[in-house]
Nanobody, 111 residues
Framework: QVQLVESGGGLVQPGGSLRLSCATS????????MAWYRQAPGKQRELVAH???????DYVDSVKGRFTISRDNTKNTVYLQMNSLKPEDTAVYYC?????WGQGTQVTVSS
């Protein structure tokens, strides 16, 4: 079955960086567009970043210039590099392949 496993979350100070990873199995990874979503307490889940099978990327306006989504088709893994983190980036981050969701990884930005 399809499995997505996120890792790399944690507690970071404002202005800091984190890199999230999402390891996949059960899909032909190179054929799938991948996305990162996030959900903050009391808010709806929102799309943060998207990458096509060909490597084209798109971002929600609030993270443009700070976050970078990338993929490694040899490792069946998608990444989210997050720089210049802000308290409003605090959320559970999920990856998605269209067929399944991961379990999420908590990102907390606080001093």
């Amino acid at each position: 079955q399809v499995q997505l496993v996120e890792s790399g979350g944690g507690l970071v100070q404002p202005g800091g960086s984190l890199r999230l990873s999402c390891a996949t199995s059960g899909i032909i990874f190179r054929l799938y567009a991948m996305a990162w979503y996030r959900q903050a307490p009391g808010k709806q889940r929102e799309l943060v970043a998207h990458i096509t099978s060909g490597g084209s990327t798109d971002y929600v306006d609030s993270v443009k210039g700070r976050f970078t989504i990338s993929r490694d088709n040899t490792k069946n893994t998608v990444y989210l590099q997050m720089n210049s983190l802000k308290p409003e980036d605090t959320a559970v981050y999920y990856c998605n392949c269209g067929a399944a969701w991961g379990q999420g990884t908590q990102v907390t930005v606080s001093s």
